[in-house]
């Protein structure tokens, strides 16, 4: 919250508390942890206010913000934060903890994403009202504005997401080019032996797991390009018009299939949604000589996911999403079978 308090001063962006003001600390949220002004309510996003206000403790901040988000950890241990302002209309990461102010960060992908789908593709994005560092750069902030919006749902809602995502991503990944590069080059080092262990495991039936073999000792190319990162369906906005993604955090050059892989389990049969992708794509993915076809490339998306299992289990433990990881992995498993019957 001090940080915070700092981030508010310097950035013109954002009001700033002249005093201090009283919040309401829950962790009943559908978000992490959050303190909330006590008067916030409507005029934040959904999932903002506890679900269940029961059990808040009161604390004093000299922050201006409505309402108080604690992040969870990224690859680089860097503690995050998310200020959400009603009447201004904007939010504010801040993310701090940073051994290296050099070293990328979700707070710099995220920068580099708005800017550039600014440039090809705007609107998809949301508006980009301030970005900056304080102590010495050891920690940033970036400013954007609040996007009201509806989350798809349900099978045909996601097909629909897809659909407007692929169109729309797919403009930007036309204009700044897609390069090929060999799986080999962009599986991890440990995915050999991550994938044999769910193998013999089980998890995977075995004609299945073979014909997977077979796909990935041909070290074909895939598709790569710009990508937002985590195109899962709480990223994605409906608002008139088409869609708008948010948390860009993770945003960076992948294997197009792979970001699109994570809409593609849960949009319907793989077949219909596959030949759907490949039309909105205008044939960029899949289609160029010694590349895997877009059904193929799809299906190594979900076997690169599936091999880390056991890493994600150990994830979900902690945060109380077993049940939720154990069905999307089987839909995941489920996939890897219709994928290799479509050839």
């Known amino acids: 919250m001090a940080a915070l308090a700092v981030v508010e001063h310097r950035s013109s962006a954002l009001p700033a508390a002249l005093r201090w003001r009283n919040f309401e600390v829950s962790g009943a949220t559908a978000y992490q942890p959050s303190a909330r002004q006590p008067a916030a309510g409507t005029e934040l996003p959904a999932g903002i206010v506890p679900t269940d206000p029961a059990g808040t403790t009161a604390v004093t901040a000299p922050v201006r913000a409505d309402a108080v988000v604690t992040g969870k950890y ?112 962009v599986l991890p080092a440990d995915f050999p032996e991550q994938w044999q262990a769910v193998v013999e495991d089980g998890l995977v039936p075995p004609d299945s ?15 790569v390009s710009f990508t937002h990162g985590d195109l899962v369906a709480t990223n994605i906005l409906r608002v008139p018009g088409g869609v708008i993604l948010v948390d860009w955090e993770f945003a960076g050059f992948a294997p197009v299939a792979f970001d699109l892989a994570k809409l593609h389990i849960n949009a319907g049969p793989p077949g219909p949604a596959v030949d759907l992708l490949d039309r909105t794509l205008k044939g960029a993915v899949g289609h160029r000589h010694g590349h895997y076809t877009l059904a193929e490339q799809l299906l190594l998306a979900h076997v690169e996911v599936i091999s880390r299992l056991e890493r994600r289990m150990s994830k979900a433990r902690r945060t109380r999403r077993v049940p939720q990881l154990q069905r999307q992995t089987r839909r995941r498993v489920r996939a890897l079978g219709e994928l290799l019957a479509l050839g």
Do not use: N
């Open 74 to 185: 990224d690859h680089g241990r860097q503690a995050r934060m998310r200020g959400f302002y009603g009447e201004e209309q904007v939010s504010v990461r801040v993310q701090a903890g940073s051994r290296d102010p050099g070293r990328s960060h979700g707070v710099s992908r995220s920068v580099r994403a708005a800017e550039l789908v600014a440039a090809h593709c705007p609107g998809l994005a949301p508006a980009l009202r301030d970005h900056g560092s304080v102590f010495g750069g050891r920690t940033a902030y970036l400013v954007e504005q609040i996007v009201d919006g509806a989350v798809p749902v349900g099978k045909d809602g996601v097909l629909a997401a897809l659909t407007a995502v692929a169109r729309d991503l797919g403009s930007v990944q036309r204009a700044v080019g897609l390069e090929p590069r060999r799986l080999s080059s």
């Open 209 to 223: 797991a073979a014909a997977v073999d077979r796909l990935i000792a041909r070290d074909d190319f895939l598709d």
